[in-house]
């Protein structure tokens, strides 16, 4: 399989119909590469759709999605190659240790060599000592830990995040603030879509505003999250 990279996330009027329901109504924005945009907005605006759109799970009902120059239905799974995704849904055998679910995943992506794969995210997520312990004795913070690492372990240039900080004690969630820090450090795209504003704030290069599937606002390098967001949103529709 050939592979790809891109430095910038063009969405164009992107719209996702379910029947008579508009879960998306022409969303554009860009992102580049060192970024982390935010899609905030309350239960029902349309962020989750946006991130399955996005990560090729889903098929804009109208509008485009460009990934640099490439897009999905011409790239395929070299494109598909290059995301990484953490959804509710965390993908981890609860039978498996730590371990051996990613050194799973990271054979799955082609690793000359999972074990070392394995290991070396665990580190990153500072369970190195859990690593040989099923995932069904993990708490949901160590858990979603390992689930990052899972999405990550292929060293996507598009990271696709939702809801990341649910169940996450105060040690979990610094710890996924580091380490999101570092994704944009090193070149990543990333995309997060939450609703703890709070723990966001101050996280984000910029935030994009959704309500009813349709885009409210964009501010970039947001300050005062949770008051920016109250005077966005409480604009009327």
Do not use: C
Request: glycine fraction near 10%; charged fraction near 20%.
């Amino acid at each position: 399989m050939s592979t790809i990279d891109f430095d910038a996330l063009i969405a164009e009027d992107v719209s996702r119909h379910f029947g008579r329901r508009r879960a998306l109504s022409k969303i554009s924005f860009q992102t580049r590469t060192g970024s982390i945009l935010g899609l905030l907005g309350p239960n029902g605006a349309g962020k989750s759709t946006m991130i399955a759109v996005l990560a090729t799970l889903l098929r804009a009902s109208a509008g485009s999605v460009r990934y640099g120059t490439h897009t999905a239905p011409a790239s395929g799974a070299a494109l598909r190659a290059r995301i990484g995704i953490l959804g509710h849904d965390l993908f981890l055998y609860p039978e498996l240790t730590a371990r051996e679910n990613l050194a799973f995943f990271a054979g799955l992506y082609g690793a000359a060599d999972a074990n070392a794969a394995a290991d070396a995210a665990l580190t990153r997520a500072g369970l190195g000592d859990r690593a040989h312990d099923p995932i069904s004795s993990f708490s949901r913070g160590m858990r979603q830990r390992v689930a990052l690492e899972r999405s990550l372990i292929h060293g996507p240039r598009l990271v696709l995040l939702d809801e990341p900080f649910t169940g996450l004690d105060d040690a979990s969630t610094a710890a996924l603030v580091a380490r999101l820090g570092g994704l944009r450090d090193e070149g990543a795209i990333v995309i997060l879509a939450t609703h703890d504003l709070d723990l966001a704030d101050g996280l984000l290069d910029e935030a994009l505003f959704l309500r009813d599937g349709r885009m409210v606002d964009t501010v970039a390098r947001p300050g005062a999250l949770r008051s920016t967001y109250r005077s966005i949103m409480g604009r009327s529709s």
